[in-house]
């Protein structure tokens, strides 16, 4: 078995992260192929080289925006049984793995790659003006969309914080909008700033937006943060510990598919990566992928 290793290198460190990814892996005895991606646009074709040469087990280096990157060059090729997705956390985000608790240090994860630990995962998929897009974690429409633009002009020093100064920085000029929002047998239309679809339990930096989901349930844990704005000064104090779901304010429904239509300036994102803006459909595609754990 070898693994496809897939590197971001401006996550982390600057110049530090391939440095680290070698010893790692060298540390822990797997055999193993690194490809450094030269920008994003490149991750699907290295996906790609990795599949003509044979490989199903893929690990990518960096945050949640980069195994967003290998996850869609992944879900782009042909696969006879699921191939294998494994994170060595080298980013300031790197929320899906808190799911399963796994380490957040590059060198402790890559001990697992030794293992044979995995976890069938189910994914979903976008798809709206901006075409479609797999995703692993969360997708977000409206605010917490809108407030990631924000937090990446932000400082690193920042961290994960970024994600949280973004989403207050950003509500100060972005109101509540009229959406509707069909979700399985579910359906609400009124007022909105936020429109949660959730396969992991973990976004912005730590923040426990989705406790009651499963990533192999086949359903999508959606949340409509409703109108008016205000109500975000309630709500997002208590979303880091998950007990936002019992706010008045938070409307929770589960389903396998969902469509919404919203203005066309409402920002679309996954996985921490601002895909588009506007009208969007998602479902989840079960199994879809092994999760290294």
């Given at each position: 078995?070898?693994?496809?290793?897939?590197?971001?290198?401006?996550?982390?460190?600057?110049?530090?992260?391939?440095?680290?990814?070698?010893?790692?892996?060298?540390?822990?005895?797997?055999?193993?192929?690194?490809?450094?991606?030269?920008?994003?646009?490149?991750?699907?074709?290295?996906?790609?080289?990795?599949?003509?040469?044979?490989?199903?087990?893929?690990?990518?280096?960096?945050?949640?925006?980069?195994?967003?990157?290998?996850?869609?060059?992944?879900?782009a090729e042909p696969?006879?049984?699921?191939?294998?997705?494994?994170?060595?956390?080298?980013?300031?985000?790197?929320?899906?793995?808190?799911?399963?608790?796994?380490?957040?240090?590059?060198?402790?994860a890559a001990r697992?790659?030794?293992?044979?630990?995995?976890?069938?995962?189910?994914?979903?998929?976008?798809?709206?003006?901006?075409?479609?897009?797999?995703?692993?974690?969360?997708?977000?429409?409206?605010?917490?969309?809108?407030?990631?633009?924000?937090?990446?002009?932000?400082?690193?020093?920042?961290?994960?914080?970024?994600?949280?100064?973004?989403?207050?920085?950003?509500?100060?000029?972005?109101?509540?909008?009229?959406?509707?929002?069909?979700?399985?047998?579910?359906?609400?239309?009124?007022?909105?700033?936020?429109?949660?679809?959730?396969?992991?339990?973990?976004?912005?930096?730590?923040?426990?937006?989705?406790?009651?989901?499963?990533?192999?349930?086949?359903?999508?844990?959606?949340?409509?943060?409703?109108?008016?704005?205000?109500?975000?000064?309630?709500i997002m104090p208590?979303?880091?510990?998950?007990?936002?779901?019992?706010?008045?304010?938070?409307?929770?429904?589960?389903?396998?598919?969902?469509?919404?239509?919203?203005?066309?300036?409402?920002?679309?994102?996954?996985?921490?990566?601002?895909?588009?803006?506007?009208?969007?459909?998602?479902?989840?595609?079960?199994?879809?992928?092994?999760?290294?754990?």
């Amino acid at each position: 078995m070898t693994w496809w290793v897939i590197v971001n290198p401006h996550a982390g460190r600057r110049g530090e992260t391939e440095r680290r990814t070698r010893l790692a892996l060298a540390a822990v005895g797997v055999a193993h192929e690194v490809r450094v991606s030269a920008r994003p646009e490149h991750v699907p074709q290295l996906v790609a080289e990795g599949r003509a040469a044979g490989c199903g087990d893929f690990a990518a280096v960096g945050g949640d925006g980069t195994a967003h990157l290998v996850l869609n060059g992944l879900m782009a090729e042909p696969w006879p049984s699921p191939p294998t997705l494994a994170i060595l956390p080298a980013g300031s985000g790197s929320d899906f793995i808190r799911t399963f608790a796994l380490p957040k240090r590059l060198e402790d994860a890559a001990r697992h790659l030794a293992t044979d630990s995995r976890y069938r995962c189910d994914v979903g998929v976008l798809e709206g003006n901006f075409g479609r897009r797999w995703f692993l974690n969360v997708a977000d429409m409206g605010i917490a969309a809108g407030s990631v633009l924000v937090a990446d002009a932000l400082p690193r020093f920042f961290g994960g914080w970024r994600y949280r100064v973004g989403f207050w920085l950003y509500l100060a000029r972005f109101g509540a909008d009229e959406i509707e929002l069909v979700a399985g047998d579910h359906f609400y239309r009124g007022s909105a700033i936020n429109v949660v679809a959730a396969n992991g339990q973990f976004f912005g930096g730590g923040l426990n937006i989705a406790p009651r989901a499963a990533v192999t349930d086949g359903l999508f844990d959606i949340q409509v943060f409703t109108g008016p704005r205000r109500h975000a000064f309630t709500i997002m104090p208590r979303v880091p510990r998950g007990t936002h779901l019992g706010h008045r304010g938070v409307r929770r429904f589960t389903a396998a598919e969902f469509s919404l239509s919203c203005r066309p300036g409402w920002p679309v994102e996954a996985d921490g990566e601002v895909i588009g803006r506007g009208a969007v459909a998602g479902r989840v595609v079960p199994g879809a992928i092994d999760f290294k754990i």
